[in-house]
């Protein structure tokens, strides 16, 4: 079929998890604005490609009325020049390019900035914080590891090329044959449908990571483990002392680690056993661990609010500097306290996943969504605009999990703007509003001229 | 476009011209330096004031996925050392790994104004320059991390000397960097690959290649200056930080055989032993080491010189970073990259009191002392392993106060003063001539920057204007005026406009041919695909194209644009 309006676009990037594979051949129906095929994505990708076509919505709805997109940033422009405890919050689901202007925006309003960082893998942030890691790109496990440890996490459901791209089934320059180099074990509490792909399975009890982990850590080092460690966390000592000489004895070991970990009982804690453990490892052979990440580029967002303000997520400018304060500046905190009077959500739906309060909050306060669908928190907002979709219709900059940087190919144009030309212009207008950036209160100079 | 300008009454150190604090005007109009403006245009009076060009910083670690790791790795470091938003500069964090708009507006507020990123993976091009269009006022490149790359070497093993030069062009094209950058070479296949083992000798096999680090050394010299690049091969040597490891750079050193090699922060290589025993505490070699740079005029150097403090290893040297884990036992970070490169990184601080960081310390100053050409021992810290580029001030201050460095070197631990020469070179003092040398116009010309470093005509109005003063530490700490492209950045010690620096990058001639060789490898090996690995225009914003030798002599341009 040689039709002008069927256009191929190869080497395309899939930005619907933290895989990040920029491999697809999309088959676009220009004129339907429609992609009809995406070769080589997965379930999660398909569905990603097909369900993201053009809608025939408003360009900005402002208290549930119909809006241009320049009204719409007037509107929010005012919103965020008036409040004086602003937030913003999202950004895991848009380019680091748009990320960019929404730190920006947060230093010079004095605002707050949070990512899905925070409800995510934010404790394994504040372990690497205490600890640091030892990590590779995904390349290096996909040619080197010969032993690959995932705990608390479901791949096959949540990110489904990471076993055959790169941990599981590929033949890599010192794995020749693939799936039969290496030894496969898989951590958790439930069977799932990423269980079958394991060597060895550890059914470990609920709640009980930090203790195996610990435990490996004691036997790694040839502290002696007593055998009750069994009625702790279900998995006989004989099975952790297999595993630690697995462990010791491979060439390049890794752990991909999920949410199992961190959003358990013991958090980063959790995170940090692990990560000690890798780093414990290395005084035997080489180990790495990395934490699979979910959102197509959150990883970007980590990146660039750490470039801009030397923290990863739940930074607060109010003082007129980046401050970090994770329980404090993080946004569940934040809105469950009733600290904020303004939100600007990008790329993000917290009001169908956050905590109740939150949610009672966030009905209180004038909010702005950026998003390309109608969400639960986009149906609260003062001021709801609909963006063009990254990876799809926008070009930029997405993360991989591996911090590896990707630049997208857009499959074809939205008439929607993107989410960064919107950030600009709510930016450019917060300046003319504010005069520059916002100046902290001067306390000192306040208190001296009573 | 910025207005035109006249600075009067100021003591010009322009070395590159042969100026050495003549008082004469500087003239500036569109960005650069002009013979002579209107008698419209604005007067700064500069009257007891001292003139140079912008400094330049030839090596450091600023930017990109090591430098962000780094510092994400140190809430502690920013929380003390907050940098303030003004009006119209943005906010940030300052420690050891500032944030990027900290870092670019610190290094203005010295008098810097263009600063390379030392070590980039390739695959880290993209984050690097998007960290690098958040680092305001400055110019600035990065060099990329070839020494241990696996394709590099499986073309050189196999004697495919003219691939293995038409893919370091393209490298270094498709990732937009300015230079090649060995690191350890050698290292890595046995670090990823052999259990976190190190290579230690030139002659030495490579893991499971048919190579040696003499052999790639070699062919990394013969290819960049076949290629002509502006900056020769950047070198950072075998058993950095090693006792006796001097010998491992005289070695590497003479493997240029008169081809022009620069090798960075070679304070940390000079080392010596006691009787020849390796396991024990160094001694200084710097003399041995300055002498061979005075006598071989194709290599150069930067100093890499250690202040006492607070300091961020970080290096593409991973069995390095591991090493120094041992003393500190805190913090570490490990950040492989699938074929390209290594990388360890850890808080670590010098201390005054300690043998081996007051050694390190002594032969930092013992290299400037004993340099007998300025405008090839150059400046640098290896910000922030050697201390923060926030200490040069004191660092020029040592060189220049006979006195100050007395008190000193009163304080530091005095075994290690025993066994180093710096006692020997109390005589010396250096000028502030010679200053403008190794900060900026010397940093400039190895690099190959022709339109840096000076202030003749046609060259960028980056220029810097410090107030004299006795104290030099406080004179280089304030400059009373910065300009940069010919806009005054700092007027009276304050900001007073903000501004986007360039991105300086090559784009050596390659044979496009050279794909097919380089693509298949992509397909099997990496994770990314080939067509999506070289960087494109959209990341570069504001850049300049530095010419390398072959397309200088086509153009006739001798600064590209």
Known sequence: ?450 | MAAMLRIVNGRVYDPANGMDGVVRDVCVEDGRIVADVPPEARKIDAGGMVVMPGGVDIHCHIAGSKVNLARKLQPEDHRRDPHLRTRFTRSGTGGTVPSTFATGYRYAALGYTAAMEAAVTPLGARHTLEELQDTPVIDKGFFILVGNNVLLYRLLQEGRHEEFRHTLAWWLSATKSYAPKLVNPGSDELWKGGRNANITRLDEKIGPFDLTPRKVISAFIGAANDLGLPHPVHIHCNNLGHTGNYETTLETMRIAEGRRAHITHIQFHSYGSVAGKSGDNPTSKAREIAEFVNTHPNISADVGAVMFGRSTSMTADAPLAYMLRRFGGGKWVNADTEHESGCGILPFTYQDHIYTNALQWAIGLELFLLSEDPWRMVFSTDHPNGGSFMSYPKLIRLLMDREFRKEEMAKVNQAALENSGLRDCQGREYSLYEIAIITRAGPARLLGLTSKGHLGVGADADITIYEENADKELMFSTPRYVLKDGELIIEDHEFRADHEGRVLHVAPDYDPAIEQVIQPFFEAFYTIQFANYPVDASYLHHHQVIPTTAQMAATGSPAGS
């Open chain 1, 1 to 450: 079929m040689s039709d002008e309006n069927i256009r191929i676009v190869p080497d395309a990037t899939c930005t619907f998890c933290g895989c990040v594979c920029d491999d697809m051949v999309l088959t676009v129906d220009v004129q339907q604005h429609k992609i009809t095929k995406s070769q080589n994505a997965c379930v999660l990708g398909k569905a990603w490609f097909k369900e993201h076509g053009i809608e025939d919505r408003p360009f900005a709805l402002i208290g549930g009325r119909e809006a241009t997109t320049e009204e719409g940033i007037e509107e929010a422009a005012q919103i965020l020049a008036r409040a004086r405890f602003p937030i913003i919050y999202g950004l895991s689901d848009t380019t680091c390019e748009a990320q960019r202007v929404a730190v920006a925006i947060a230093d010079m309003i004095g605002g707050n900035i949070d990512t899905t960082t925070s409800v995510c893998h934010g404790p394994t942030g504040i372990a690497f914080q205490g600890l640091g890691e030892s990590t590779a790109t995904l390349g290096e496990i996909k040619n080197r590891a010969d032993l690959i440890i995932f705990w608390g996490g479901n791949p096959a459901e949540a990110h489904p090329r990471l076993f055959a791209r790169y941990a599981v089934t590929p033949k890599g320059m010192y794995i020749p044959n693939g799936r039969k180099d290496r030894t496969i074990v898989l951590v958790d509490v439930r069977r799932t449908a990423s269980t079958p792909v394991a060597d060895i399975f550890l059914q470990v009890k609920p709640r009980s990571d930090f203790e195996v982990l610990w435990a490996l850590r004691a036997l790694v080092k040839g502290h002696k483990v007593d055998p009750s460690i069994e009625q702790r966390t279900g998995i006989a000592l004989a099975v952790l002392e297999d595993l630690v000489a697995r462990m010791k004895s491979c060439r390049f070991g890794a752990f991909l680690f999920g949410m199992g970990l961190t959003m358990n009982r013991g958090r980063h804690f959790n995170a940090g056993a692990l990560l000690a453990l890798a780093t414990d490892l290395n005084e035997f052979t080489h180990f790495v661990a990395a934490p699979v990440r979910g959102h197509g580029n959150v990883t970007g967002a980590d990146n660039v609010v750490s470039w801009q303000t030397g923290y990863p997520f739940g930074v607060n400018f109010s003082r007129g500097f980046p401050r970090f304060g994770p329980g404090e500046f993080t946004t569940v905190d934040v809105l469950a306290r009733g600290d904020a009077d303004a939100a600007m959500i990008i790329a993000s739906d917290p009001a169908s996943n956050f905590p109740q309060p939150a949610i009672d909050h966030l009905k209180r306060i004038p909010v702005i969504t950026l998003d390309p669908k109608t969400s639960v928190t986009s149906q609260l907002a003062r001021v709801a605009f609909t963006t063009a979709t990254y990876g799809i219709n926008v070009a930029g900059t997405a993360y991989r999990m591996d911090n590896v940087p990707i630049t997208l190919r857009p499959a074809f144009a939205s008439p929607y703007p993107s989410d960064e030309q919107i950030l600009r212009g709510i930016r450019d207008r917060v300046r003319v509003l504010l005069g520059g950036n916002r100046m902290p209160v001067d306390t000192s100079a306040a208190a001296a001229a009573l």
